[in-house]
């Protein structure tokens, strides 16, 4: 069937066991998109949107009980539960293997078991990897096509002996005995996302949504990938990336770690709000590191497309993003105006008159629930993107000045705080909180720690995790990124954000920029390096003084109130947190109780 003997031979092996009624090698090509897409249409789940408003553009929606990733069904099966840790989900990998077999035997009768030849990365990268997905999805085969790279040139760079992380996915629905197909196949009660490290190979049973289904994203690109970079030496982090250049035409590339649905997209697109800076796109979620020769960082965005979330994607908030879904995309559980176009809340101030829902129902304003699911997403070529960077496909990928870390905090946290080494950068990141969002099933709102937000994405125990980052900062320290931990979201006592985000965070990237080549001053605070008050361009923001000094200030007293927290939370991982971290712990103890004495 192809030119790999490995290759074939898997294959095989998943037909026998799924019983497909036929069997599609994927060639990546517009025509095999556009097949899919009728089999979407003709299965009542995709609908072509208005040619003239939105070309080549569809909408599907899922079944409203498969729309989002889910995280209580995602497992790491390595070997022992010790190396899975106590973040994830740990499952026997004999006893998880028994249980898929007889989920996956003939669950793709009836169906076709498409075979995805996908290239994380550009082809030919020495940062990129290849991956294979079996599916029995046409909606994940049409998705796959934008968000990766699929086809013969994939196997040609695979050739007769290369190696590829095997991905088998169904949703879980065969038609047989009787049972006929429906819009949105899936199989929510018997979910399975499993990841098996030690032969690196992903199994996902009863989803078709997103990160459960695509599964070159956060199965391969993080969790799978999470793994080969720590047995390699390289990183392979939840961040986007971005390039950032000044008014003498200096640039710089940052990438940035946030969790799910806590702004990537929105900072990896930006327009920044001040004079002088420009900012184009590298990657928006997912970002591979290794080392180059000269010990410098060189990152790639392994993806090829944006799965974007839709609500509060605006033209006022995300331009970039809104002028990139022009044409050419596929909106999943967004709503439906009445002359075939799309809309979700936050994209224009003010709903239309009438809509269909993310479900299919007549919709009001006014009526309570939201239009488009808060979890809704589209899904678009990078290459759409009109601020997407000349060197974004570069195969030796783009070198890292800067890491920032950041989540959803409404109090405590600052602005922006730069960490004076590679451990306290580490340490920070180790500590994130967020508050929890859409993109995952469970309870919104819920303050969790979300570490390097790699919580749901950390393929192996998460203080080895740190210990990666730590023994990369003793392995390559002359020339590490600078770390910094921001924070966009803290709110007011009235529960209103008070920092403006979205463009304005351009202020916090120049102050960012200037701090790599040291041209700009900053206060030393027991939280590493903060703005001066003139340090921070915060003109024309029509800020007050209370919101400034809450967003710049160091509150002591809540970082005093944190730290039996981040205590409990190191000791739940036992002897595996790096003795590094403990001593960063114990040294911002040491600071902040020096400063509030000295308050007193
Ligand atoms: P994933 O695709 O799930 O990984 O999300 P992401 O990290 O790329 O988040 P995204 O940029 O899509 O933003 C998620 C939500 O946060 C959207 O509704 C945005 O409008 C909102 N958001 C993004 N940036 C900001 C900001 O600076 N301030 C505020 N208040 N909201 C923001
Ligand atoms: C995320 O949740 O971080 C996403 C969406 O990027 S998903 O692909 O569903 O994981
Ligand atoms: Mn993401």
């Keep these: ?162 190696q590829f992380v095997p991905c088998v996915h169904s949703v879980g629905f065969p038609i047989a005995d009787g049972i006929v197909d429906v819009p949105w196949p899936c199989n929510p009660d018997n979910l399975y996302i499993s990841h098996f490290p030690s032969s690196r190979e992903i199994w996902s049973f009863g989803s078709g949504y997103g990160g459960n289904a695509l599964l070159g994203k956060k199965c391969f690109a993080l969790r799978i990938a999470s793994i080969m970079a720590r047995d390699e030496g390289w990183m392979a982090e939840h961040m986007l990336i971005l390039k950032l250049t000044n008014s003498e035409g200096v640039t710089k ?22 004079p002088g800076y420009t900012v184009e796109t590298v990657g928006d979620d997912i970002c591979w590191m290794k080392f180059g020769e000269d010990g410098q960082l060189y990152a790639i965005n392994p993806e090829a497309g944006f799965f974007g979330v839709a609500p509060g994607t605006g033209m006022s908030t995300n331009p970039n993003a809104m002028l990139a879904l022009n044409e050419n995309c596929i909106f999943t559980n967004v709503a439906e105006t009445m002359d075939g176009d799309i809309w979700w809340e936050g994209m224009t101030s003010e709903a239309p008159d009438q809509l269909i829902d993310w479900r299919g129902q007549n919709w009001t304003p006014g ?84 570490p390097m937000a790699m919580l749901p994405f950390c393929g192996y125990n998460m203080a080895d995790y740190w210990q990666h980052w730590i023994d990369i900062g003793k392995r390559h320290g002359a020339r590490l990124p600078k770390i910094f931990y921001v924070n966009w979201f803290r709110k007011d006592e009235q529960g209103s954000f008070i920092w403006p985000g979205f463009g304005e965070n351009s202020r916090v990237l120049e102050w960012i920029f200037k701090r790599c080549d040291g041209a700009v001053d900053a206060v030393e605070t027991p939280i590493g390096m903060l703005p001066t008050l003139d340090g921070l361009n915060l003109d024309q923001l029509g800020l007050s003084e209370d919101a400034i000094a809450s967003l710049l200030r160091v509150d002591a007293d809540g970082w005093m109130t944190e730290l039996p927290l981040i205590e409990d939370y190191y000791a739940s991982f036992g002897e595996h947190v790096p003795e590094e971290l403990k001593e960063e712990l114990e040294e911002l103890k040491r600071k902040l109780e020096a400063v509030t004495v000295n308050v007193a």
């Design 367 to 450: 009526s309570g629930a939201p239009a488009a699911h808060p979890n809704a997403r589209f899904t678009v070529s990078a290459a759409q993107c009109p601020v997407i960077a000349d060197e974004w496909e570069e195969l030796k990928g783009v070198p890292i000045s800067a890491i920032l870390f950041g989540g959803r905090r409404a109090t405590v946290v600052p602005l922006v705080n730069e960490a004076t080494s590679w451990n306290q950068g580490t340490f920070f990141g180790s500590i994130v909180s967020s508050e929890k969002t859409a993109a995952a099933s469970g309870t919104i709102g819920e303050l969790r720690r979300d």
């Design 253 to 274: 590339y940052i990438a940035g770690a946030f969790p799910s649905a806590c702004g990537k997209t929105n900072l990896a697109m930006l327009v920044p709000t001040i």
């Design 1 to 162: 069937m192809t030119q790999n003997e490995g290759l074939d031979l898997w294959i095989n092996e998943i037909k026998e066991l799924c019983q497909p009624d036929a069997i599609r090698i994927c060639d990546g090509s517009p025509k095999e998109f556009h097949e899919m897409m009728g089999l979407l249409e003709n299965a009542g789940v995709a609908k072509k949107l208005n040619e003239d408003l939105r070309p080549n553009s569809y909408l599907v929606r899922s079944d409203p009980a498969d729309v989002a990733r889910v995280e209580s069904r995602t497992f790491i099966c390595s070997e022992t539960e010790e190396e899975a840790g106590p973040t994830n989900n740990w499952a026997d990998p004999q006893e998880m293997r028994g249980k898929l077999r007889s989920l996956f035997r003939g669950c793709m009768r009836g169906r076709t078991m498409f075979v995805i030849p996908f290239s994380m990365g550009p082809v030919g990268s020495p940062i990129a990897h290849i991956g294979v997905e079996i599916s029995d999805s046409p909606y994940v085969v049409a998705s796959m096509h934008i968000m990766t790279r699929v086809g013969k040139s994939v196997l040609d760079e695979l050739g007769p002996e290369g």
